[in-house]
């Protein structure tokens, strides 16, 4: 395994981690809500009575972020090496696995892990699973 120190961010993303841990905390003590994404998009879709307000902040905030990163540093250009049929493909299954999962890394991986939840451990080790299987097979055994 070769490590990319042109690109290596160990303070980013330490920072990235961090600023996550206290918002998923923050989130679950102010609003008695496990902060996973798919669970804020998707009750936007059917938003009970009062309840899409907050979602929208929380998206807008979410879109926001690197408009205000980038004040602050150099804004990163993503590096993207698949086609657009690939990504759309890959977006579905991930709302997908989300929906069939009752949850998303977020929810599972961050806030159901620090709760001690049994099945977000059974999820979250299916997506990191599922992750290392495809990351293997794509990068190389079809290689």
Do not use: Q
Request: positive net charge.
């Amino acid at each position: 395994m070769n490590i990319d120190w042109n690109h290596f961010t160990p303070w980013a993303s330490l920072a990235g981690g961090l600023l996550l841990g206290l918002a998923s905390a923050a989130f679950i003590l102010l609003n008695g809500r496990v902060l996973g994404i798919s669970g804020i998009l998707g009750g936007l879709i059917k938003p009970a009575a009062g309840d899409a307000l907050w979602r929208l902040a929380f998206v807008a905030g979410l879109l926001a972020a690197p408009a205000v990163w980038s004040l602050v540093a150099a804004p990163v250009v993503p590096r993207i090496d698949a086609s657009a049929a690939v990504l759309v493909i890959a977006g579905l299954l991930v709302g997908w696995g989300t929906r069939y999962g009752s949850g998303c890394t977020s929810g599972h991986g961050v806030c159901g892990l620090s709760r001690l939840s049994p099945r977000s451990l059974v999820a979250t080790l299916a997506f990191m699973g599922a992750g290392f299987a495809v990351v293997l097979v794509a990068r190389h055994l079809l290689a």
